[in-house]
T-cell receptor, first 114, second 116 residues
Framework: AQKITQTQPGMFVQEKEAVTLDCTYD???????LFWYKQPSSGEMIFLIY??????QNATEGRYSLNFQKARKSANLVISASQLGDSAMYFC???????????FGKGTTLSVSS | GAGVSQSPSNKVTEKGKDVELRCDPI?????LYWYRQRLGQGLEFLIY????????KSGLPSDRFSAERTGESVSTLTIQRTQQEDSAVYLC??????????????FGPGTRLLVL
């Protein structure tokens, strides 16, 4: 069955530090995509980064990068040089060919302090 | 054009009443999704519309929940005889084409529903 696991309920980091948010996934489909979304306290879901299962390189988008380890079924989000505005809930999500909708993890709350 | 919009932004209702939640997708987006997010939880899929195809209703939690969409425009999610466990944020998302694996979904701000 498809499943996303985020084991860190909360993470705390200081400004300018890097932080890694963990995500593991499970699917039997060799073709799948992994997404990270940010949800600030305002509630909107903001798309951050995408990694396809056949992509040869780890995805990067500005300060966001995805540490994709296929054999371990992990897709950790790395945020470099944290900023106060990065404080939010972060969700890992997956889609494969069996289900069009995204399957979400329970999220990790990131708090960035000055 | 503009992003996904949802209305109302907040809704308080009494147990047993019916509620209607509205979603306006991004213009030209053929795929539309409804999700539910309970407090402190991730998003749960409810229903998916793709163009004029039959919707995927596999995530609807009970027959009190229904949704409609006319063509590629507005969608309405209806909850009949609301229960306190229906209290949640209801999020709508749209994507531009028949969804492939990598198709990004763009979310609206959500409707916060509180059932007293």
């Amino acid at each position: 069955a498809q499943k996303i696991t985020q084991t860190q309920p909360g993470m705390f980091v200081q400004e300018k530090e890097a932080v890694t948010l963990d995500c593991t996934y499970d699917t039997s489909d060799p073709s799948y995509g992994l997404f990270w979304y940010k949800q600030p306290s305002s509630g909107e879901m903001i798309f951050l980064i995408y990694q396809g299962s056949y992509d040869q390189q780890n995805a990067t988008e500005g300060r966001y990068s995805l540490n994709f380890q296929k054999a371990r079924k992990s897709a950790n989000l790395v945020i470099s040089a944290s900023q106060l505005g990065d404080s939010a809930m972060y969700f890992c999500a997956m889609r494969d060919r069996k289900k069009t909708a995204l399957i979400f993890g329970k999220g990790t709350t990131l708090s960035v302090s000055s | 054009g503009a992003g996904v919009s949802q209305s109302p932004s907040n809704k308080v209702t009494e147990k047993g009443k019916d509620v209607e939640l509205r979603c306006d997708p991004i213009s030209g987006h053929t795929a539309l999704y409804w999700y539910r997010q309970r407090l402190g939880q991730g998003l749960e899929f409810l229903i998916y519309f793709q163009g004029n195809s039959a919707p995927d209703k596999s995530g609807l939690p009970s027959d009190r929940f229904s949704a409609e969409r006319t063509g590629e425009s507005v969608s309405t999610l209806t909850i009949q005889r609301t229960q306190q466990e229906d209290s949640a944020v209801y999020l709508c998302a749209s994507s531009p084409r028949p969804s492939g694996i990598g198709e990004t979904q763009y979310f609206g701000p959500g409707t916060r529903l509180l059932v007293l």
